[in-house]
């Protein structure tokens, strides 16, 4: 009975290292579960509700914070990776809830300026507009690139079994494009008349030049668009009756813009340079709200500014280089004929 336990005994370690060398054998090829965790950017906020992200976005930068305010990790990427839409960017970080603070379109870009050098705190991430300054007060002259903010908290969760754990982050577009078009009305006075690039001048007077990390407005100090970008244009019509104008000639102005608030009230002025005088005062974000719609009516005016970026319009002007108000305003394609509004 002796010798029949001990054999029992023998036979029984003899399993369980089997066992155990089974158990390394089955498992050694097998890696450990890793999970990644990645950032998809959306751009989305946009008039047409599509995601033009990869297609207009040229950089990006995102911080990571802890819930107390910590940075945890800073990235950033650009060039052609951002144009292929299956991008994600990948974040070494735990799982855990986090603060991200997103600003596209900052890479060699130095007319936006960050809040800090080295941010360490969501409020080092502000972004404001280079400024000068000269004799006749503060000015941008620079044109602006695409700018674009996204805050939000994600969460990054840990599957079960490792693989990948995504986030998005929204993104909202801070930056327009104002052209503006100067036409002589169909009057005998102007026909044929042509307008030169040094007859007049454009400005917009803001106050919008710094947005917190949430893109929420910091300060209101006031300056002045400058420098806009000016062509003459002309078009030519084969009418047969006598006395009509067969060419229009104009001259069209563009300038971008840093972003419009409805709060606001950012002033067109157009300058007729002869003899200094101000041809146009218009309270720029007044108008362009008027021409939200029937359709687009419920849509907030913040939100509708935010969402389109790119406004034209068209004055006309009668033989002696004065807008002829009669002719209302063109605002992409809606007319609008301003009220005697007698503080513009």
Same mark, same amino acid.
């Given at each position: ?18 066992? @155990?060398?089974?158990? !390394?054998?089955?498992? $050694? ?5 890793? +999970? %990644?965790?990645? *950032?998809?950017?959306? /751009? ?71 809040? @800090?050098?080295?941010? !360490?705190?969501?409020? $080092? ?5 280079? +400024? %000068?300054?000269? *004799?006749?007060?503060? /000015? ?205």
């Amino acid at each position: 009975m002796k010798k029949f336990r001990i054999l029992c005994l023998v036979s029984a370690a003899a399993v369980l290292l089997m066992s @155990a060398l089974s158990c !390394e054998t089955i498992y $050694d090829d097998i890696a450990p579960c890793v +999970t %990644e965790y990645r *950032v998809k950017f959306k /751009y989305e906020y946009n008039i047409k509700d599509v995601d033009a992200f990869h297609k207009e976005v040229e950089s990006v930068d995102l911080w990571l914070f802890s819930t107390d305010g910590r940075l945890v990790w800073h990235g950033s990427e650009s060039g052609e990776v951002l144009r292929n839409e299956d991008y994600r960017m990948t974040v070494p970080v735990e799982p855990g809830v986090y603060d991200a603070v997103v600003w596209g379109g900052l890479k060699d870009r130095p007319v936006y300026v960050l809040g @800090a050098d080295k941010p !360490e705190s969501l409020n $080092d991430l502000s972004v404001s507009l280079k +400024t %000068e300054s000269d *004799v006749d007060g503060t /000015y941008l002259g620079e044109d602006l690139t695409g700018l674009y903010n996204g805050f939000s908290r994600v969460v990054f969760e840990e599957p079960e079994f490792g693989g990948f754990s995504d986030v998005a982050v929204e993104l909202k577009k801070n930056t327009n494009v104002i052209r503006v078009m100067l036409q002589y009305y169909r009057s005998e006075n102007a026909s044929g008349k042509v307008m030169s690039p040094g007859d007049f001048d454009f400005f917009i007077e803001d106050s919008v030049s710094e947005m917190n990390y949430d893109n929420s407005i910091a300060g209101s100090s006031p300056f002045t668009y400058r420098w806009w970008m000016k062509n003459s244009v002309s078009a030519g019509f084969d009418f047969e009756e006598p006395g009509t104008i067969t060419q229009v000639n104009g001259l069209l102005a563009e300038r971008t813009v840093g972003r419009l608030m409805a709060d606001r009230q950012p002033v067109l002025k157009v300058r007729r340079n002869v003899d200094g005088v101000e041809i146009i005062r218009l309270p720029l974000v007044k108008y362009l709200l008027m021409i939200k719609g029937e359709y687009r009516k419920k849509m907030g005016d913040q939100e509708f500014l935010d969402r389109l970026d790119e406004y034209n319009l068209t004055f006309f002007l009668d033989g002696d280089d004065k807008w002829y108000m009669a002719a209302g305003i063109h605002i992409n394609s809606w007319v609008i004929v301003p009220e005697q509004d007698t503080d513009f």
